[in-house]
């Protein structure tokens, strides 16, 4: 179980842009850094990030990201949703070892 | 006549404007009696925009753990931080601002951590957190959170002077291979540039903090022996008597200044 501090504007308008962020705990090892005895650490990574969006039965992503040995550790991700209903937003994050962590977060449109 | 209506006109004239000089010169030398600078004014604008927000801040996240720690129950009478402190925002208020303090049984200055380590041993009966360990770092963070905007206060007790003035000698003292203190720097050279890193005045103003090297949590004592392995010296361990020293003279140095815990740095 990772840490994640995921920030959604309460209550946002009907039809506004809102903006969405998700921060997460993970080391993000590149496998490329030599420990204290020389040998390469194996690479842990996430490797992707994928938001969506359900309401009333249907469930889209809206947002997705591939990531790379070089984004650095507690990765922060933010972008913009338009808020046209209220329904719940689901955030999953995948990665190296099995590694993989969901959330939801329920958005109320006012 | 017409003197006498001058007259008090004239003194009024002259007593308001002496107030306002009066003011004027407090409000500049305010100014400059406290041209002390945080890490933060060093700092470009986007690393102090990761600070300002809580959403943004890498930091929180071990706030986070910290708070559910604080109310975890451990050792063998099954009490948490909670137990007997309560709630955090209202214990905890203005607590580190003013360590390094004297604990009342060895009659010797303890930093922040060792105060939490003396509580999960004589009140919780736990084994306490080793120095610098993520557990350690998080419950750390989230008590000093609890000072945030508060001014740094080193209490006022006179048991204190002996060690500020140690860890005074040992700001001044030059080290390592290098042979430099860290007055060198910190003080003589604040501003300026070491490599493409801007030498901060070492005010320790937001401890534990987030600092993007690291990409991690840290201690003011991990900064110390950061320091003191790049200027080829031999860094103290976590919780060394020196190194409580300097944190003291270090808060008698800030004292006054905000804190800004949980902070950022490059």
Known sequence: ?110 | MVFIWLLPATFAAIGTEACAAEEAANKAGNKITDSRKSGYDFMSASTQALQNDDSQNPAMLWVKDGEALWGREAGKDKKSCASCHGAAPKSMRGVAARYPAIEKKTRRPINLQQRINLCQKDHQHAAPFAPETQEMLRIESYVGMQSRGLAITPPRDARLAAFTQKGKVQFEQRMGQLDLSCADCHDNHAGKKLGGATIPEAHPTAYPLYRLEWQSLGSVERRLRNCMSGVRAEPYPYGAPEFVELELYLAARAAGMKLETPGVRP
């Open chain 1, 1 to 110: 179980m990772a840490r994640t501090l995921i920030t959604v504007p309460p209550n946002p308008k009907k039809n506004t842009v809102i903006e969405i962020r998700a921060l997460i705990q993970h080391p993000m090892e590149t496998g490329l850094r030599p420990d204290v005895e020389g040998k390469l650490q194996p690479r842990n990574i996430i490797q992707r990030f994928e938001c969506r969006f359900s309401s009333g039965g249907k469930s889209d992503v809206i947002f997705s990201a591939e990531l790379f040995p070089a984004i650095s550790a507690n990765p922060y991700i933010a972008f913009n949703f338009r808020a046209t209903q209220s329904g719940t937003l689901g955030f999953q994050w995948t990665g190296d070892n099995g590694f993989t962590q969901a959330e939801t977060v329920s958005l109320v449109v006012v």
